[in-house]
C-alpha cells in the first residue's frame, strides 16, 4: 500500500517550494524578538520547576514516611500532586515573568528608538 511515488515525489517538491517563497515582513525584526523571548522564557521556567520539583519533593516524600497524619492520608497520588503543583506553578510564574520582562525590554527599546 502506501503512496505512489509519484504524488509523493508531488508533495515534497511543493512542500521545498513553498519555504523558498516566503518573504519577510517589515515586523521581521519583533517576531525574531519574540521568539527569543519565549525560548528565554521556557528555558528559565523549566529550570525554575526542576528546582521546585526537588525542593517540594524532599520535605513530601519524607513527610510521608515520618509525620504520622500525612503516612496515614497522603497515598502515592496525593504525594505525585503536591510535587506536580509546585514545579508546574514554578515554571508558570517564572515563564510569565521572562515573557513580561522581555516585552517591557522591547517597548522600551521602541520608545527609545522613536
Given at each position: 500500500m502506501g503512496?505512489?511515488?509519484?504524488?509523493?515525489?508531488?508533495?515534497?517538491?511543493r512542500?521545498n517550494?513553498?519555504?523558498?517563497l516566503?518573504?519577510?515582513s517589515?515586523?521581521?525584526?519583533?517576531?525574531s524578538?519574540s521568539?527569543?523571548?519565549?525560548?528565554?522564557?521556557?528555558?528559565?521556567?523549566f529550570?525554575?520547576?526542576?528546582?521546585?520539583?526537588?525542593?517540594?519533593a524532599?520535605?513530601?516524600l519524607?513527610?510521608?514516611?515520618?509525620?504520622?497524619?500525612?503516612?496515614?492520608?497522603?497515598?502515592?497520588?496525593a504525594?505525585?500532586?503536591?510535587?506536580?503543583?509546585?514545579?508546574i506553578?514554578?515554571?508558570?510564574?517564572?515563564?510569565?515573568?521572562?515573557?513580561?520582562?522581555?516585552?517591557?525590554?522591547?517597548s522600551?527599546?521602541r520608545?527609545?528608538?522613536?
Amino acid at each position: 500500500m502506501g503512496i505512489p511515488l509519484e504524488l509523493r515525489e508531488a508533495w515534497t517538491s511543493r512542500r521545498n517550494q513553498g519555504r523558498s517563497l516566503l518573504i519577510s515582513s517589515p515586523s521581521e525584526p519583533q517576531v525574531s524578538a519574540s521568539d527569543s523571548a519565549v525560548k528565554d522564557a521556557v528555558v528559565e521556567g523549566f529550570k525554575t520547576a526542576c528546582i521546585a520539583g526537588v525542593v517540594v519533593a524532599v520535605p513530601t516524600l519524607v513527610a510521608c514516611r515520618v509525620v504520622p497524619w500525612a503516612k496515614a492520608n497522603l497515598n502515592y497520588t496525593a504525594q505525585a500532586l503536591i510535587i506536580s503543583a509546585a514545579s508546574i506553578s514554578g515554571f508558570f510564574i517564572t515563564a510569565d515573568k521572562t515573557i513580561l520582562e522581555g516585552a517591557k525590554k522591547n517597548s522600551r527599546a521602541r520608545l527609545d528608538k522613536a
